[in-house]
């Protein structure tokens, strides 16, 4: 039975930009993503993240408020703001070509950010691999200054070049839900050394090894898997037409932390998901509005998000 949501108040911390696709320039980066499709579930939503004092930094700023995101925590520097580069594959696949050393790189958490992290009820972070120390140091002080009732999300970012064991382990202990594709799942099972599991093997070893909460694989078009202790789901994924995938990964996380919060099965949270993610294949761009149906599902929930 579904819970009614009293409470949705989320955050995202991580590298916030321009997508360039071929069609133009679309915001981006998984913390505004997973953000925006939060709130557009009926989240308050933040981000915290960094940009540059340049147009492209008051262009993000602006275009999160206008969405209606919190944007208090992101902090201004010199550095320029970031971009990525977005090539499509035929079926509507990126891939990403990262400007790097941006005004991510210098992000500064502010003592309104740890108050934030303290006030919400989940939190969803890229990881620690980050390109230098202030960027990985901040995402752990962040997340320590949340706390235990907050869900500490691990949306993995394949883009990262700087796993390793260690920070892979690191950030897994202080997470209660992953969520990886299947690229990341190799990633994990040749850095955690268990390659010779197979998926469903893989996902329950991480689960219980690292006390996760839930932890899900998103496929593509193949759709999705999802576990918990008790419970194990395989959900197809339709969408009718695909334009791009952009962003459907981090739409994923959204609809699978709503539908976490409600409290609803394991099979019923990977539909869900699963459903809004494969919409967003449908449109261009990472955070293109939800339909009436799944805003529907949503009502139907009895959401009802108080702003305090
Ligand atoms: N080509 C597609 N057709 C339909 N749904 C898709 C397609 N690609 C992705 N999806 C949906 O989006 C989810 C996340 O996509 P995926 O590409 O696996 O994640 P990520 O963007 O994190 O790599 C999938 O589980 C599925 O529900
Ligand atoms: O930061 C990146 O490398 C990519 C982002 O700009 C992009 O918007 C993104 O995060 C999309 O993620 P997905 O949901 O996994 O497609």
């Not at 991580?14 to 071929?22: K, Q, S, V, W």
């Not at 944007?71 to 971009?83: H, L």
């Not at 761009?285 to 805003?295: F, H, K, V, Y």
Request: proline share 3%.
């Amino acid at each position: 039975m579904a819970k009614n949501l009293k409470r949705f108040k989320v955050a995202g911390i991580g590298e916030i930009l321009f997508d360039n696709l071929p069609g133009g320039r679309r915001l981006g980066g998984a913390p505004a993503n997973f953000a925006i499709h939060c709130s557009l579930m009926g989240a308050e939503s933040s981000v915290v993240s960094s940009v540059g004092e340049d147009q492209a930094g008051k262009d993000i700023l602006s275009e999160l408020e206008t969405k209606g995101i919190d944007t208090s925590c992101i902090s201004v520097n010199s550095r320029p703001t970031g971009s990525v580069d977005v090539k499509l594959c035929p079926e509507g696949q990126p891939e990403y070509i990262i400007n790097e050393n941006s005004a991510w790189d210098y992000i500064t958490i502010s003592p309104e950010a740890l108050k934030l992290a303290a006030n919400c009820d989940a939190v969803c972070f890229g990881s620690l691999a980050q390109r230098n120390e202030t960027s990985r140091k901040s995402i752990l002080y962040f997340l320590e200054s949340a706390g235990d009732q907050c869900i500490k999300v691990f949306d993995v970012n394949i883009r990262q070049q700087y796993y390793s064991r260690e920070i892979i382990e690191n950030s897994l202990m202080i997470s209660d839900i992953l969520k990886l594709n299947d690229e990341e799942l190799e990633i994990f099972r040749v850095m955690l050394g268990i390659e010779g599991l197979n998926d469903r093997q893989t996902l329950g070893h991480i689960l219980n090894h690292y006390n996760l909460k839930l932890i899900a694989l998103t496929l593509g078009a193949e759709g999705s898997i999802m576990a918990d202790r008790e419970e194990y789901s395989h959900a197809s994924a339709k969408a009718a037409k695909v334009r791009d995938t952009v962003g459907a990964g981090d739409c994923f996380t959204a609809a699978m932390v709503y539908s976490f919060l409600c409290g609803v099965s394991i099979e019923e949270t990977n539909e869900f998901a699963s459903k809004a993610a494969s919409f967003v294949c449908t449109k261009d761009g990472a955070t293109p509005s939800l339909p009436a149906e799944i805003l529907d599902e949503i009502k139907n929930r009895q959401i009802n998000t108080l702003q305090n």
